[in-house]
Nanobody, 124 residues
Framework: QVQLVESGGGLVQPGGSLRLSCAAS????????MGWYRQAPGKQRELVAT???????TYADYALGRHTISRDSAKNTVFLQMNSLKPDDTAVYYC??????????????????WGQGTQVTVSS
């Protein structure tokens, strides 16, 4: 079973920066994608940025140029560096990992796992 633990959220003033981290534990055979999503009050969850197993990055239009996704593959950890934060960036941020879990002895299955969410509040 793959579990994700997020950290790095908090309160920041407009124009400030935050760095979110998401570390996976469990038996991961391969990762096909790692990503960050966010959900503001009263709104649907939306994409912020993703990075594929091959390293291809994808960003939402509002995140392009302000936020950067990166990963430490050896530690199964993904990061989101957020700069020039605005009040509209206020939301709960969730990480998501997709891939294959298991071992030769237990067998392999697909997984699609979400973190518990971390609150980011941008306010003066």
């Amino acid at each position: 079973q793959v579990q994700l633990v997020e950290s790095g959220g908090g309160l920041v003033q407009p124009g400030g920066s935050l760095r979110l981290s998401c570390a996976a534990s469990g038996s991961i055979f391969t990762l096909s994608a790692m990503g960050w999503y966010r959900q503001a009050p009263g709104k649907q969850r939306e994409l912020v940025a993703t990075v594929s197993g091959g390293g291809r990055e994808t960003y939402a239009d509002y995140a392009l140029g302000r936020h950067t996704i990166s990963r430490d593959s050896a530690k199964n950890t993904v990061f989101l560096q957020m700069n020039s934060l605005k009040p509209d960036d206020t939301a709960v941020y969730y990480c998501n990992f997709r891939g294959i879990t298991g071992t030769r002895s237990t067998g392999f299955t697909n997984f699609d796992t979400w973190g518990q969410g971390t609150q980011v509040t941008v306010s003066s």
